[in-house]
């Protein structure tokens, strides 16, 4: 039964988070006359401790340690004796669970909207530069009409822009207090959940209804959702530069860094990298619960955290992408060689 309802496996990446919850609740249980302030210091100071251990890779997990929160608690409690156990009064790890998915998940956030503004900045400074670039336009991937260069980079920084804000509206109701909710009935010890939320950087608040917020995993799914389709924008820009790299276009040349060789035909330069981007589209699968709080929340977080391999990977991804456009250059001759054959074989028709 330890082993069906371990997650530790999993959710041990949350443990800073799981930490700095820790730390700002021993300060609400001091504010509260809970605790001591010498006891809060001490346990603040534990807690220190135990991040030293993670962040060094010495953290030994023992039997019993079920998840993230059990496992953290039972080392405070090693390292500074019984004033340890007092950091569990009022709190449950229903709240407990919701607090530190929300801040590891902001923080994820924070960082994939720093690297994608940064691939948007990328693209329109290309725009810009060879905006003088022509290129044809396709539909249907049949010739179209002509277009710039940079029109076509900024189709996709458009997309791109609309991840951008999609996750600016959604960092506030992901950063929301559940801290303090209890199992699901609130804190009996007049806990300031006020203090909490600015202590911990929960710029949307706090959770307004204690069953809910043990409950609540919208959150999770607008993630998932933002993650999914960004990943869709992503593709998209990968397989039109597939397309154009190609030997039948040769619009493009992607830079030997992102590119490989044939271990047959040396003549060949695979975009491998752009293929690998083009694949990845996560899914997203979150199970209907009752309110407030049943068993499987906790395994939602651990669906969720899979899922969203793809998301925290998608800082590196948004990283890798925007050096790949800062390198991958317009064979302005070979566009222009392409354009030329469009306008010869349009003559043609017309003639």
Request: with cysteine.
């Amino acid at each position: 039964m330890e082993k069906f309802n371990a997650s530790l496996p999993l959710d041990k990446r949350m443990w800073a988070e799981d930490i700095k919850g820790s730390q700002a609740y021993a300060k609400a249980l001091a504010k509260a006359d809970i605790l001591t302030q010498d006891e809060a210091n001490t346990i603040v100071v534990g807690l220190d401790k135990v991040a030293s251990e993670w962040t060094a890779g010495e953290f030994v997990v023992k039997p019993g340690d079920e998840d993230i929160h059990t496992a953290n608690e039972r080392r405070l409690t090693e390292l500074v004796g019984a004033v340890g156990g007092k950091l569990h009064t009022g709190r449950s790890r229903n709240d407990q669970v919701a607090t530190d998915t929300r801040l590891w998940l902001y923080a994820q956030l924070l960082e994939i909207r720093a690297s994608l503004q940064e691939l948007i900045a990328v693209a329109t400074n290309r725009a810009e530069a060879e905006a003088d670039v022509l290129m044809p336009g396709f539909t249907h991937l049949q010739q179209a009409q002509t277009v710039r260069w940079g029109h076509w980079l900024m189709s996709h920084a458009a997309g791109w822009q609309r991840d951008d804000m999609r996750v600016r509206d959604l960092l506030p109701r992901v950063a929301t207090l559940p801290l303090g909710s209890g199992a699901l009935a609130g804190n009996p010890f007049l806990v300031d959940r006020q203090f909490l939320a600015q202590e911990l950087g929960m710029i949307g608040g706090v959770c307004p209804n204690s069953m809910d917020a043990v409950s609540d995993r919208d959150f999770v799914a607008e993630s998932l959702f933002f993650a999914s389709l960004h990943l869709v924008h992503l593709s998209r820009w990968a397989e039109d530069l597939i397309i154009y790299s190609s030997g039948l276009f040769g619009f493009v040349q992607c830079s030997d860094a992102y590119a490989t060789g044939s271990s047959l035909m040396p003549q060949k330069k695979n975009p491998d990298a752009l293929e690998l981007i083009r694949w990845a589209s996560p899914g997203i699968v979150i199970a209907s619960a009752q309110a407030a709080y049943p068993r499987n929340m906790l395994d939602v977080v651990t669906i969720w955290l899979v899922q969203f391999q793809a998301t925290s990977a998608d800082c590196v991804w948004l990283y890798t992408i925007s050096d790949m456009l800062l390198w991958c250059m317009p064979t302005c001759h070979g566009i222009r060689r392409r354009f030329a054959e469009v306008l010869i074989d349009c003559m043609a028709d017309i003639d």
